[in-house]
């Protein structure tokens, strides 16, 4: 009955535990098109895009203003392009979910 009892709490412990543990955001790819880009003149590079980024504000933050222009010349390539970009999103799950406002992508590529 003891043991029981024991199995029965540290089930119900694993249980509860598993509800409140934050969940893995492995990251998703997502092409998308850039709608907008800024070069703020704190060196860094806002933008929207059409999907992922189009109810508030991503960043390209690369740590340096050197690298966040070259951030922002390929969002402007592909605008002037029409072309669409992919984004490497760690914060999301799917394409379909929005970013948090300032998120910045962990890489981009052109397809």
């Known amino acids: 009955m003891k043991r029981a009892l024991t199995r029965a709490v540290a089930a119900a ?3 509860t535990a598993s509800l409140h543990a934050p969940l893995a955001s492995a990251g998703v790819h997502c092409t ?3 709608s907008l880009a ?3 003149q704190n060196g860094d590079v806002y933008f929207q895009t059409d999907n992922t980024c189009s109810t508030g504000w991503c960043q ?3 740590g340096t ?3 966040n222009k070259t951030g922002l010349a390929m969002l402007l390539s592909a605008k002037l392009a029409e072309r669409p970009i992919t984004f490497f999103w760690s ?3 799917s394409c379909s ?3 948090v406002l300032y ?3 962990g890489y981009m590529m052109l397809p």
């Open 13 to 15: 412990v694993v249980a």
């Open 32 to 34: 998308e098109k850039v």
């Open 38 to 40: 800024i070069y703020h």
């Open 60 to 62: 390209i933050n690369y």
């Open 65 to 67: 203003a050197e690298k």
């Open 91 to 93: 914060g999301i799950n």
């Open 97 to 99: 979910e929005k970013n």
């Open 103 to 105: 998120a910045s992508p």
